[in-house]
């Protein structure tokens, strides 16, 4: 296997973390960069000490540089209550946080995972949703700097690989839940996990 140098933005996060351990568990040098807006060095303590991984402060708004085989672009701000209290830095984050990864992995040839989300879809008229789903999305809701950001990051995206050539990949992740997510983050699943687990009075 092939020693590959990995980028993954918001990797102080609930998910980045874990796909920190698992890249250097694969044998890979990662770099996480994070502004710690809702991620915490906790979640990548431990790893701090590993002489193949490294941590940087950073706004991912803010332009950046690195050689990079592969760039995993998760910064944003996922939970409700986060992103509703911070509107436009959410739809900010997700617009020039990904022009940002884009335009460095142009420069520098890197290949692109962008984490999109099944919010791109709205409030669906079909269930479930295949990839074909175009959604059916609000633009000026309480949502929307969520949704419509993570949107413009798949049109940039989709136009970086037409226009530029650049190799960029979308997942789009339904509701995940586990270790290093913070309990009252206001996701459904933990909400859920939290009230069935509190003591009833
Ligand atoms: N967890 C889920 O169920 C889910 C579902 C769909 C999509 N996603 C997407 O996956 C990605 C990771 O989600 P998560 O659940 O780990 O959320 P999270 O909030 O735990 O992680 C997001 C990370 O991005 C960082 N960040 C936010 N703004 C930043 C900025 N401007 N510059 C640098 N770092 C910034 C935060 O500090 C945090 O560490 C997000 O892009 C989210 O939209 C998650």
Redesign the pocket.
């Given at each position: 296997m092939m020693r590959e140098k990995c980028l993954i933005?918001?990797?102080?996060?609930?998910?980045?973390?874990h796909l920190a351990r698992r890249l250097l568990a694969s044998g890979h040098e990662v770099t996480v960069?994070?502004?710690?807006?809702?991620?915490?060095k906790a979640?990548i303590y431990d790893l701090l000490e590993n002489p193949r991984f490294t941590f940087i402060l950073?706004?991912?708004?803010q332009p950046f540089w690195g050689q990079f085989d592969t760039i995993f672009?998760?910064?944003?701000?996922?939970?409700p209550i986060?992103y509703q209290r911070h509107p436009v830095?959410?739809t900010?984050?997700?617009f020039m946080?990904m022009l940002n990864v884009l335009e460095l992995a142009l420069k520098t040839k890197a290949r692109v995972l962008h984490?999109?989300?099944?919010?791109i879809y709205g409030d669906p008229l079909c269930h479930p949703q295949p990839e074909a789903y175009w959604g059916n999305v609000n633009t000026i809701g309480l949502r929307s700097c969520?949704d419509e950001g993570?949107r413009a990051a798949e049109t940039i995206s989709a136009d970086f690989a037409r226009e530029y050539g650049v190799d960029v990949r979308l997942v789009?992740?339904?509701?995940?839940?586990g270790p290093?997510?913070?309990p009252h983050?206001g996701?459904v699943?933990s909400n859920f996990i939290v009230q069935a687990l509190a003591p009833t009075t």
């Open positions: 933005t918001g990797g102080a996060g609930f998910i980045g973390s960069m994070d502004n710690l807006f809702t991620g915490t979640n950073h706004d991912v708004t672009n998760l910064a944003c701000p996922a939970s986060h830095e959410t900010k984050t997700s946080g984490t999109s989300t099944s919010e969520y993570k789009r992740i339904f509701n995940t839940y290093n997510m913070h983050d996701r699943v």
